[in-house]
């Protein structure tokens, strides 16, 4: 099992940044992509961004060139720096570990952008 805690979410103005960290632990060996998802109300969730552990990023149109996704393998720690903010970019993100077939979520953070 790996357990997955997010952290960093809030409420912010249109234009603000926040980052959002996800702390993993158990058994993380093997731990392959970590991502991010979001679900805003009435909405399917949706990946905001992947990193590999290799170090290889990809995101979703929407949030490119404003959010980075980065980790630190030595601490289990995923990140997601979120700048220029918008208020369609209010929902819960959600940290998400892959390892082989199986997928662990952590409890997810409220991000709201008020306009």
């Known amino acids: 099992q790996v357990q997955l805690v997010e952290s960093g979410g809030g409420l912010v103005q249109a234009g603000g940044s926040l980052r959002l960290s996800c702390a993993a632990s158990?058994?993380?060996?093997?731990?392959?992509?970590m991502k991010w998802y979001r679900q805003a109300p009435g909405k399917q969730r949706e990946l905001v961004a992947a990193?590999?552990?290799?170090?290889?990023?990809n995101y979703a149109d929407s949030v490119k060139g404003r959010f980075t996704i980065s980790r630190d393998n030595a601490k289990n720690m995923a990140y997601l720096q979120m700048n220029s903010l918008k208020p369609e970019d209010t929902a819960v993100y959600y940290c998400?570990?892959?390892?082989?077939?199986?997928?662990?979520w952590g409890q997810g953070t409220q991000v709201t952008v008020s306009s």
């Open positions: 998400r570990a892959d390892r082989g077939y199986m997928g662990y």
């Open positions: 158990g058994s993380i060996f093997g731990i392959n992509a």
């Open positions: 990193i590999t552990s290799g170090g290889s990023t």
